[in-house]
């Protein structure tokens, strides 16, 4: 059984930076990994996602040029160095992983594996 699970959430001013970690374990780990967001009373969206090999991205038009998502070398763990961050980036983000291989999906419901989130609040 693959979980993942997020860390690295908190508070940060307007313009910091954090980096959120997604660790996986029960499964190879070649899995894609995305990563989410939701604010209240919005919406889960499409942040970014990585391929199994870490050589495929995609990003939301929203953080592109200011998030990155990145593979440790172990390839288990993935990261989202989010910079230049703004009160709109307040959310709760989740990490997702699935086992198509290759397939950078922006729709959630075609991630199979979903952590329990983590608390990103952005203060003006």
């Known amino acids: 059984q693959v979980q993942v699970a997020e860390s690295g959430g908190g508070l940060v001013q307007a313009g910091g930076s954090l980096r959120l970690s997604c660790a996986a374990s029960g499964g190879t780990f070649s899995y894609v990994t995305g990563w989410f967001r939701q604010a209240p009373g919005k919406e889960r969206e499409f942040v970014a996602t990585?391929?199994?090999?870490?050589?495929?991205?995609v990003y939301a038009d929203s953080v592109k040029g200011r998030f990155t998502i990145s593979r440790g070398n172990a390839k288990n763990t993935v990261y989202l160095q989010m910079n230049s961050l703004n009160p709109e980036d307040t959310a709760v983000y989740y990490c997702a992983a699935h086992s198509k291989t290759g397939m950078l999906y922006r729709t959630a419901s075609m991630y199979d594996y979903w952590g329990q989130g983590t608390q990103v609040t952005v203060s003006s």
């Open positions: 990585i391929s199994g090999t870490g050589g495929s991205t």
